[in-house]
Each structure stands twice: as C-alpha cells, then as structure tokens.
C-alpha cells in the first residue's frame, strides 16, 4: 500500500532536516533552526522523531503487505534485520568520512538510532497485536523513566548523582562512556551523545506509536475517520506531554524523554492527519498532489538515501581545498555572505541552497523512477 500523505510528509521531514543540519555558519543559525539548548523545544527538535514515527507507519504497512503476499515471520524478521543492519553500519561508515580514525570514530548516530529502533520493534511487531504494542511502548516509556530517575551513577568527574538530568550527568550519559569511552561519543559535547544507546529505548515506543497509527491505515476506516482518529489522539499526547513535562520529567530531546515522545508522537499525529485529510480524500482516490507539495513526494521517495548524500556533500565541502587556505564550502558561501546579509540570513541562504542542490539529486532519481532502498 502506497499512501501519498506518508510520503510527503517522509519528504517534508527530511527537507527540513537537511536545511537544520546544513548551515552555512553554525555561529549564525537562523534562530527558528535551532534547537533547545537543553530542556524544552523547538519545531526543529520534533524533526529526527517525526522520522523515527514515519518508520514504524511504514514498518507495520510493509510487514501487512509482505505478510499478505505470503512471506513468513521468520523471513520477514530476518529480511528487516537485514536492512536494520546496513543502516547501523552506513550510519557508522558516515560517521567517519572520508578518514576513519578508528581512535576517534563516533559509534552512536542518527542513522544508527534509526536501524536499532527499528531492529528492536520489528519482533515486537510481528509477534503482538495491538494491545500487545501499547503495553510495550508504555513499558519501555515507564522502564526509561524508573531508571533515569532512580539509579545512582558518577558524572564524568566521578562525582554520583541519582535523577540528575543534566548534560553529561544522567545514566545514558554514563552508560555510553562506560561502554564507548568519551572519544567515541559526539565530539562537541565530549561527556555524553544525543543519540545514546539507552536514549534509543524511548525512541523504539516512539516507533511503536507509529506502527499503532499505521495499523489505522489498514482497517476499514475512511480517510476521514482516520484523519480524526489520529488527530484526537494527537491533541491528547500533547496534554499528557505537559502534564508529564510538569509532574515527572522535563521535555528533552537529547534525553528522548517520555513527555518529548508524547509531544513529537502528537505533532506527527496531527500532521499526518492534515496531510490525510488534505490528499488521501476519498472522493478522488486516484488524484495527484497538490502542485505544491510535489517537491515533498520527490524528497519522500529517497528520503534516506539524500540523508546519506547530504552527509557525504557536506563532509566534502568541509575538507575540499581550493586555495588560499580555504576548503570548498568556505569558497561557495563566500559570494553569499558579500551580498550584505544580516549573518543569520546568510546562513539561512546557504542552507536554503543546499537543500536545492539536493532536491535536484531527488528530482533526477524521481523523473528515472530510480528508487533506492537502504
């Protein structure tokens, strides 16, 4: 099954994570860019988990469709592994571009958060109904929870805290120095890393989430009965996100917090939702997209493969020399910021072209029909 609202919303996500990740001065970030500094958030915190929701609707109507076809669960569970693997390894291979260093190569990321949530959820998919799904995603939502709040661990200094969720102080923080050492963590943090291993067990009950919302996409709902289902319960994870923001743990998306999946799980319910209702009209089941959402389609069919790209393209710029000690990236933005921008704008500006450059990769992939799967 093929769902036009899922696949702009997969290009619209990953449009809008290449313009935050590529900047063209990360001292100047065009303020609506940035994310929280530490507790709270912003619209661009809510980005990564909108892709890690998107890969559990998808998880659950790939499994219906290849379970339909006749493909057991042990063939599924292992052709998922499978591909759970290559993203881990890609993500790790993107890390350490073009050099390696293996002293200093970071092991956790987004690519890898990506495979090990989805190599986690894949047999709770197949082997739970739905009720089974709930039950594990607030399992693991309250198991987080407990031990965040509870365990007793030594910061980076070796001084002990219990509860403290400060950077570098928590017990993810501790946990990934304790199995990855600091030089393989996020450089410009040191002490801890935003995509840690024990951060990734709220991540999988945000994919849960959206294997649960895909599960709609295969009842005998219209359109417009799951447009209000999914925005119901969007409205309602929003409540219960503050309630939780106020009562147990503060919104964080470093952290991955039990409020910040209800808050991210809540907006994606609510944009899928407005994006069902807008192009997947029953009425007119056969109708193309709005013109302008076109270009979100053509970002949606490579989603992850332009992540890759935009890694690779955005090394290379960094390192690329071109005389009089600059490397390539400094040489393009130049000409940008001689226009006279405020250095925000610029930033923006570079930004702004560098999601066009790869919207032209997408757009040649799209016009070929070449679709690459990773």
């Known amino acids: 099954m093929r769902l036009l609202s899922l696949d702009i ?3 619209l996500t990953i449009a809008a994570m290449l313009l935050v990740n590529n900047p063209g001065d990360w001292g100047h970030v065009y303020a609506p860019l940035l994310h929280a500094h530490w507790h709270g958030w912003t619209p661009t915190d809510c980005i990564f988990p909108f892709f890690v929701f998107i890969s559990g609707v998808s998880m659950h109507l790939s499994l219906a469709r290849r379970a339909q076809a006749g493909a057991d669960k042990g063939q599924l569970l292992a052709t998922t592994a499978r591909r759970a693997l290559l993203i881990i390894a890609i993500g790790v291979l993107l890390n350490g571009f073009p050099f390696y260093d293996l002293a200093t190569l970071r ?3 987004v690519l890898q958060r990506l495979g090990l949530c989805t190599l986690c959820a894949a047999p709770l998919v197949l082997g739970c109904g739905a009720r089974g799904l709930w039950l594990w995603a607030l399992g693991l939502l309250a198991a987080y929870a407990a031990v965040q709040l509870a365990l007793p661990v030594p910061d980076a200094s070796g001084l002990v805290h219990t509860g403290a969720l400060q950077p570098g102080q928590d ?5 990934d120095r304790a199995l990855f050492g600091t030089a393989h963590l996020w450089a410009q943090a040191g002490t801890w890393d935003p995509e840690g291993l ?13 294997v649960l919302a895909g599960r709609e996409l295969t009842s005998t709902a219209s359109p417009r009965q799951r447009a209000l289902r999914w925005a119901a319960a969007g409205v309602l994870a929003l409540v219960l996100s503050q309630l939780l923001d106020a009562t147990l743990m503060p919104i964080n998306k470093s952290l991955w917090t039990p409020p910040f999946v209800l808050l991210s799980t809540g907006w994606a319910l609510l944009v899928l939702a407005g994006l069902h209702a807008w192009v997947d009209a029953p009425a007119h089941p056969a109708r193309p997209a709005p013109r302008a959402l076109l270009p979100f389609v053509v970002f949606g069919m490579n989603a992850l493969f332009l992540y890759i790209v935009a890694g690779v393209l955005a090394r290379l710029l960094e390192l690329l020399p071109v005389g009089g000690g600059q490397h390539l990236g400094q040489a393009l933005y130049a000409p940008i910021v001689a226009l006279g921008l405020a250095p925000e704008l610029a930033s923006l500006l570079h930004a702004l072209a560098f999601v066009a450059v790869l919207f032209g990769v997408a757009l040649f992939l799209y016009r070929r029909r070449w679709f690459v799967k990773v």
């Open 171 to 175: 017990v993810g923080a501790w946990l």
């Open 198 to 210: 024990l951060s990734t067990v709220p991540a999988v009950a945000s994919q849960l989430l959206g």
């Open 107 to 109: 092991l956790p990321g």
């Open 9 to 11: 919303f997969r290009g």
